[in-house]
């Protein structure tokens, strides 16, 4: 609101007689007229007539600020020269029909005001209001709502108040949204929107403060003529006086209920501009906090200018613009008065502009002013991507079609982050380093605006802008434009040196500027691809977009549009179909449509089946089918394609479906040789084969505990396929799922579940009385999987009628109410399974991924803490199905997130305190670990949330730490692992693999602890016939058939078994290669997983005691331009042998007599007496051992602190310092770091009791465990 004041004599002499260009007259006639009486006779101040006498120059009072301006050269902005006053400088005065003639001619004759300005038409859309007061997030919800009247609309209107600007002028708020509004519907609609001004009413008390906002405001806006038709700042004409004297400001006159009009200072605004019109001339300042604009009209040239920085400055004018000039500002002539004046200056002495102040500086009036010779032209030029996408790929393209003649220059960025975040960016212009002025603000969180001036001779027609991002979080882009001014110029040019910076890789920004154009063709097609579906078909269309909650990227899920006809051909629209290969499965919905007629894709060279199946959902029926039955023809375009449905019913929309979502990140790194940009660094690894390897005394690879997929001792009748392919290759199932709630819908051997009427919320059991043993299918599946197997497997959604009830988060997992009848139904289940089947799985987890609120109720649900229910009820299960069932394990959490380094370590001492309550109750702990689709995990700007970078590690140790602490020790089940995504293209199937093969290798080196891994591999995804993941899939004419290349996996590692044999990376000492080695008879296989961003070369030393090597052949699976290579090469050697970026490589050696020793090294981890502590400072660690003959330890650290550390890791064992210092992150990143240091250790230093010292000097980190592991020379029994 604004400040309200009492009327009378306060008012006459505190503000109507600083209104000093309306006359004594004025405010003498207040009162109604009788007669109608001429207009008042107002005259502005008489200029000071200029001294005749030459005086010396004089020194500025404050820092000179150099305005040059050209009074022969106009400037045009986007074709606009005139200034068009009734677009700043009217009054919509619609209501005023009793306005006296004598004032009416003072407004329109004296202050140039057009009174009944008729207003464009104009469109209120809700959300440019939120957009405009900053939410700049809400862009696409602004599209959305212009979209249906975008061609019929002349404007829309926007709520300006506050332009916003810092203290400093460095940042414009408005103009940073203002561009990215433009550049967005641009790219959507190929035009900009015209808006019209709707501003609010001020929030300022202060009169001066509101006249300072409109003059702001004003100057603003005259840079957007184009877009602005009605920039008219929110002042009525008139309004009443309510009956306690107060009013609004909001008006030019306030009309007593006498009919006095009496004025306010309201009229400041239009006695300010009064005299500024004309034609736009080219003018420049040295500082670009001071903002100017300039106009002639034949006589007089006139300069707004105004100061947006702290500090007051000296104007000083070039000659052309005379030697003596009226200076007209706001004077405060004492606390309580005001008035617009006009003063006297000399070209020579300057003007003196206050911080915050503008000011109207007219030159001396001449007869005529130079005629006009030259003419300069303003224009904006957007850029090709705006937002996330210029950060995603570091840089983006602007044209600039017309070149010649080019004078001067401007890159406009737009950022949204912290001050420090937007004062790190660091900007390249067609490949070179361009220097930047740097924010100064108050704020936390700014909308800014960099300008940057522009030397000329950089500019292109086609250019390439690149960025070093800043590393913090929440940084993004609004628009990047480059604005020019082409024609003659008599000024001074500004332009921007290209230079070296200290801190910035010129040739690393140079490669990020060919790297959009480095693309082969048919990777920026696809980039193209990407972009047009999240710029402009998901604000257009109704999608469903979710975050993924491990990774935190958008992923658009599904894309509904209507069908234009309801039966006969179907036409598609063209820009659906451009994005179709995104999708996997197309569904037709409809009411009463069926698969009993035909259905086919009409394409422009033919036509395609389409065999989709029905299903009813909603009341309406649902045909759906594999999308990519559609072939779409990039290079003819995307007219010409439809649907031929010949059948019952009427198909009302479709929807297209992508199983695991389309991130809007676009990985242009798959499209060549990934981490070609690097060097390829060397490593040197050594193994052993004369003896064996032992882990905690076994020397056998346990197959059976890694060689497991998703799926448990089923796989269903008629798909032996699917199960009998992975099971050739070595390949298990290793854990499935009991949905209990399937019981009601699906029933056991036909008998459905239901609740017992006498007891309620209480099953009724007959229905596993009397089971019957299936022999023919206990039989089929000894056969697939011998009858010594076994498996794992775990519950999930108990019935309806057994589940928690109102709860805050939706209990649509099936959270029980009553444990104990919970565990009642888990146990009879168990007992039908093996009155069933003989069996029944050897490892039961209580509930899936119970450790997150979708599946776990009682996870913020008031009154509970989720944690100690969650206890309780594992320990309700496990008394029960262990008191029943004492052949049977039971363990859990199941957990879905095990980033236990989140909310500073407040996960994981959920899960500690989780152990602690149910220690000695279970008989295992298991956990689910997956990757999001990062191509590359340690290539990001970011640390990795996942955990093959170093996570992993550290959290094992953590909590087996943990238990050794508190004598808990209990095997560990991994019953999912893989990645957080998946689909039928190389790329997907790739990172799938990639990260399996990651996974893989580390598990093996832990097998001490891990008794069960289960990759999440989907054999056969039976429930969704549609999609392109799993092994297997169904094809159109419902064959299923093996998918493409996801099968590599299991016949990479079909061969890998035998004996473990000790393997040792000798250099460098920290780097991200992971290793593991076996023998089987006459042959060695070594695996290498390189999770490094660069390539490496490796050096084997291998160790062959008397036997030789006969053959040597390197088995490789790697991504290159976007395809999977799997190879099988033959090496000469043992030096150099490549391994790519995230390729796992085995190397096979035969040798010419099998492997026959009895000796080992055994190693054993042992923990220390603590964890989780500070960082900054000396942590001492007890670590006990087992005594024995120790040949060589190691011993793994494991830290983690927010964004890495900056200094490195030094070690003491037992006050012995160890050589080595280690760098965690030699690359500084943001986010979350956990990773590990491995050190060796003298064996002779090694006592039983030992005192480990580690430090790394910077705070806010953890040492979060320490591990010692001694081998012992050791014989195998």
């Not at 690149?466 to 008599?490: I, K």
Request: glycine share 8%; proline share 5%; aromatic share 8%.
């Amino acid at each position: 609101m604004f400040k309200s004041f009492n009327i009378p004599k306060a008012y006459f002499v505190a503000f109507v007689q600083p209104v000093c260009l309306i006359s004594a007259v004025f405010l003498a006639s207040c009162s109604k007229p009788d007669e109608e009486p001429e207009a008042p006779k107002v005259e502005a101040k008489a200029p000071v007539e200029a001294e005749t006498q030459v005086t010396p120059p004089i020194t500025p009072k404050y820092e000179v600020v150099n305005v040059t301006l050209d009074p022969t050269t106009t400037l045009s902005i986007q074709g606009q020269t005139e200034l068009q006053r009734s677009h700043y400088f009217s009054i919509d005065s619609s209501s005023a029909t009793n306005i006296p003639a004598h004032l009416r001619a003072y407004l329109t004759n004296d202050l140039e005001i057009q009174v009944n300005q008729s207003r464009t038409q104009d469109q209120a859309i809700p959300a440019l209001a939120s957009y405009f007061q900053g939410d700049y997030r809400s862009l696409f919800r602004v599209l959305q709502e212009i979209a249906p009247t975008i061609n019929t609309n002349d404007a829309y209107s926007v709520p300006i108040d506050l332009l916003t600007l810092d203290d400093q002028g460095a940042t414009h708020t408005f103009e940073t949204l203002l561009n990215l509004l433009q550049n967005a519907a641009i790219a959507q609609y190929s035009k900009e929107i015209q808006l019209n001004r709707i501003a609010p009413d001020s929030t300022e008390d202060d009169d001066i403060q509101r006249f300072n906002q409109k003059v702001s405001n004003a100057i603003q806006l005259m840079e957007y003529p184009h877009i602005f038709d009605n920039a008219i700042p929110p002042i009525k004409l008139q309004t009443k006086i309510p009956a306690d004297g107060n009013v609004l400001e909001n008006a030019l006159f306030m009309v007593s209920s006498s009919g006095e009009w009496i004025p306010t200072p309201a009229l400041w605004f239009y006695e300010f501009f009064k005299g500024v019109n004309g034609q736009r001339l080219n003018v420049e300042s040295s500082d670009t906090r001071i903002q100017v604009r300039a106009f002639r009209d034949d006589s007089q040239v006139v300069v707004i200018a105004e100061n947006q920085s702290a500090e007051p400055k000296t104007l000083i004018f070039n000659p052309d613009f005379g030697q003596s000039l009226t200076v007209r500002r706001l004077l405060l002539d004492d606390v309580e008065a005001a008035s617009i004046d006009s003063q006297v200056a000399n070209v020579q002495e300057g003007v003196t502009i206050e911080a915050g102040e503008a000011v109207v500086i007219f030159s001396e009036p001449l007869e005529a002013l130079p005629a006009i010779s030259g003419e300069q032209k303003a224009l904006t030029h957007y850029g090709n991507s705006i937002g996330n996408q210029i950060v995603q790929k570091k840089g983006t393209t602007i044209e600039v079609p017309e070149q010649t003649g080019l004078i001067r220059a401007e890159l406009h960025i737009g950022a949204f982050g912290s001050q420090s975040a937007i004062n790190e960016l660091k900007v390249a212009l067609n490949g070179k380093v361009l220097e930047r002025p740097s924010i100064q603000s108050k704020e936390a969180e700014l909308a800014a605006t960099i300008v940057i001036p522009v030397d000329p001779a950089l500019v292109q027609s086609s250019n390439q802008i690149a960025f070093s991002l800043p590393q913090e979080e929440g940084f993004t882009f609004g628009a990047v434009t480059l604005q020019t001014v082409t024609g003659t110029h008599q000024g001074q040019i500004q332009s921007t040196v290209a230079s070296e910076l200290d801190d910035l890789d010129e040739t690393e920004m140079e490669q990020n500027l060919l790297a959009e154009s480095g693309l082969p063709a048919e990777g920026q097609l696809e980039k193209d691809r990407l972009e047009f579906l999240w710029e402009t078909l998901t604000p257009k269309y109704d999608c469903v977009i979710n975050v993924q909650v491990n990774d935190n990227i958008p992923r658009v899920y599904e894309l509904s549009f209507p069908a234009d006809e309801s039966t006969g051909i179907i036409p598609l629209p063209p820009e659906i179909v451009r994005v179709w290969k995104l999708f996997g499965t197309l569904e037709l919905h409809g009411d009463g449509i069926n698969t009993s007629g035909s259905i086919a894709f009409v394409t422009p060279i033919g036509r395609a089946a389409f065999h989709p199946w029905s299903r009813n959902s909603g009341g309406e029926t649902i045909l759906s089918g594999h999308a990519n039955r559609l072939k779409a023809n990039d290079k003819s375009g995307y007219e010409g394609y439809a649907i031929d449905y010949r059948g019952p019913g009427e198909i009302k929309s479709m929807k297209l479906k992508s199983d695991g979502g389309i991130s809007q990140h676009f990985d242009m790194s798959q499209w060549t040789l990934l981490g070609a940009d690097k060097p390829i660094e060397p490593v040197s690894i050594q193994v052993d084969t004369t003896q064996y390897r032992g882990i905690d005394g076994e020397h056998n690879l346990l197959r059976d505990r890694f060689w497991r997929i998703a799926g448990s001792n089923g796989g269903g009748t008629g798909r032996e396929k699917t199960i009998s392919y992975p099971v050739k290759r070595g390949f298990y199932p290793g854990r499935g799922i009991r949905k209990l709630d399937g019981l009601e819908h699906w029933g056991f051997e036909g008998r459905k579940l239901v609740e017992n009427k006498r007891k309620p919320g209480i099953p009724d059991y007959s229905i596993f009385k009397n089971i019957q043993e299936n022999k023919s299918e206990i039989k089929r599946r000894e056969e697939l999987f011998g009858k010594d197997f076994v498996w794992a497997d775990c519950f999930d959604n108990w019935p309806t009628f057994m589940r928690l009830e109102n709860t805050k988060n939706t209990n649509e997992r099936g959270t029980p109410r009553d444990f104990e009848a919970a565990a009642e139904l888990a146990s009879k289940y168990i007992q039908a399974e093996k009155d069933l089947l003989g069996k029944t799985a050897t490892w039961w987890e209580v509930k899936n991924e119970s450790t997150i609120s979708s599946e776990w109720a009682f996870h913020g649900e008031p009154g509970y803490d989720g944690w100690e229910e969650l206890a309780k009820f594992h320990i309700a299960m496990a008394e029960r199905i262990g008191k029943d069932h004492p052949d049977v394990k039971v363990g859990g959490p199941t957990s879905a997130w095990m980033a236990l380094d989140h909310a500073n370590f407040n996960v994981g001492k959920q899960q500690m305190d989780f152990m602690d309550d149910t220690k000695g109750k279970m008989d295992f702990y298991s956990h689910h670990f997956y990757e999001n689709t990062d191509l590359i995990l340690n290539g990001g700007e970011k640390h990795s949330g996942g955990y093959l970078t170093g996570r992993l590690e550290g959290v094992i140790d953590l909590l087996w730490n943990h238990g050794y602490m508190t004598d808990n020790i209990k095997p560990w089940l991994i019953t999912e692992y893989g990645t957080l995504g998946g689909g039928g293209s190389d790329r997907m199937q790739w990172i799938e693999i990639k990260n399996y093969n990651g996974y893989l290798i580390r598990f093996m080196n832990q097998q001490d602890k891990l008794h069960l891994t289960s990759a999440f591999l989907l054999t056969y995804i039976h429930w969704n016939k549609g999609t392109d993941q799993g092994l297997f899939i169904v094809n159109d004419n419902g064959e299923i058939v093996l998918n493409n290349k996801l099968g590599y996996y299991l016949d990479f590692w079909k061969d890998y078994q035998g004996k473990l044999l000790p393997i040792k990376r000798t250099s460098p000492e920290h780097t991200a290669v992971h290793t593991h080695a076996v023998t089987t008879g006459d042959t060695v296989y070594i695996a290498i997983n390189n999770m490094n961003a660069h390539r490496i070369a490796v050096d084997l030393d291998l160790i062959l005691g008397s036997n030789q090597a006969k053959r040597i052949q390197q088995h490789r699976m790697y991504l290159e331009n976007a395809s999977i290579v799997k190879e099988t090469i033959p090496l000469e050697d043992l030096k150099e042998i490549p391994v790519a970026v995230e390729e796992t490589t085995i190397v096979e050696i035969t040798l010419d007599r099998p492997t026959n020793t009895s000796k080992m090294l055994n190693e054993r981890t042992f923990y220390g007496n603590k964890i989780l502590q500070p960082t900054g400072k000396s942590a001492r660690f007890k670590v006990k051992i087992e005594p024995g003959n120790i040949v060589r330890a190691k011993l793994r650290v494991c830290a983690s602190r927010q964004n890495g550390f900056d200094e490195p890791m030094t070690v003491m064992v037992n006050e012995k310092k160890l050589p080595a210092k280690i760098e965690l992150t030699p690359e500084r990143k943001d986010g979350r770091y956990w990773g590990w240091a491995e050190f060796d250790v003298p064996a002779s230093i090694i006592k039983t009791d030992n005192t480990i010292s580690v430090r790394i000097n910077q705070d806010g980190g953890y040492i979060t465990s320490v591990a010692l592991i001694p081998e012992y020379a050791a014989f195998v029994n």
